[in-house]
């Protein structure tokens, strides 16, 4: 999970950071904050970078943060969930929050309890296309124990499910490529979640992983599924109009 955190205070952004890792890191879910105290400075890397979460304090420098989320959701297409936390309690700041966008409004000081359970339902918001089991959108199955994913015939197709052995980087990129269906996921996210540190971060590395995972998982546009390249960004896996439609 790739959270950026807006917060010009430094005792309060420690004690939030500290929170959010200890709380949120649980099994296979590891936690990673990127802070900012400027709001101008989140906004140049919200150009080219990609999160799982935002967590905006409303008073900061350079640009407020009811500002950069007015300008998130006007201006950017990927609908990245926003959780605001702010000392401003008065209903009439909360409203303009929420309707500025917002997902969800905190006012300081955080419960640390109440900051997990509401962070954990945005983010299970955030996987539009998994069922219950969490691990299968549409025909893609994923494994985490064998680190397959299971393609499904389409509805009506008798066909058998083919199995498509993955190594532990791609399983990872696959997986958070799916889970951020329809969104553009930067190439640092990317290498982030396979488990490259930022000191090693190949060029030409994530390019070959995507190469094969177009091959391996038939991410085309006729197979309902298409993960193309956004230049200067990263890269966007969303579902095309070949996509099958399942049974009612």
Request: glycine fraction near 6%; charge should be negative.
């Amino acid at each position: 999970m790739r959270i950026a955190i807006l917060e010009d205070d430094p005792n309060q952004l420690s004690h939030l950071v500290r929170t959010l890792e200890q709380l949120l890191t649980i099994g296979e879910t590891n936690v990673t904050c990127i802070t900012f105290s400027n709001g101008s400075t989140l906004q140049q890397a919200l150009r080219r970078e990609s999160f799982d979460l935002l967590v905006l304090d409303w008073n900061v420098p350079g640009l407020a943060g009811v500002e950069l989320l007015q300008w998130l959701r006007k201006w950017q297409t990927d609908k990245v969930p926003v959780l605001m936390l702010s000392s401003r309690a008065s209903e009439h700041d909360v409203v303009q929050a929420l309707n500025l966008g917002a997902d969800d409004y905190i006012v300081k000081p955080f419960r640390p309890l109440e900051l997990r359970a509401r962070v954990q339902r945005l983010m299970a918001r955030r996987v539009p296309l998994a069922p219950s089991d969490g691990e299968r959108f549409g025909r893609w199955e994923f494994e985490r124990v064998s680190q397959s994913v299971l393609i499904h015939p389409a509805p009506g197709d008798d066909a058998a499910p083919q199995r498509h052995a993955l190594t532990d980087r791609e399983f990872k990129l696959a997986l958070t490529l799916f889970q951020h269906m329809g969104d553009t996921v930067s190439r640092a996210h990317l290498l982030e979640s396979a488990g490259y540190s930022n000191e090693e971060l190949p060029s030409r590395t994530l390019d070959s992983h995507i190469y094969r995972l177009r091959s391996k998982l038939g991410l085309e546009a006729e197979s309902g599924l298409s993960l193309r390249t956004v230049y200067g960004r990263g890269y966007r896996l969303e579902a095309t109009q070949h996509a099958p439609q399942a049974d009612s």
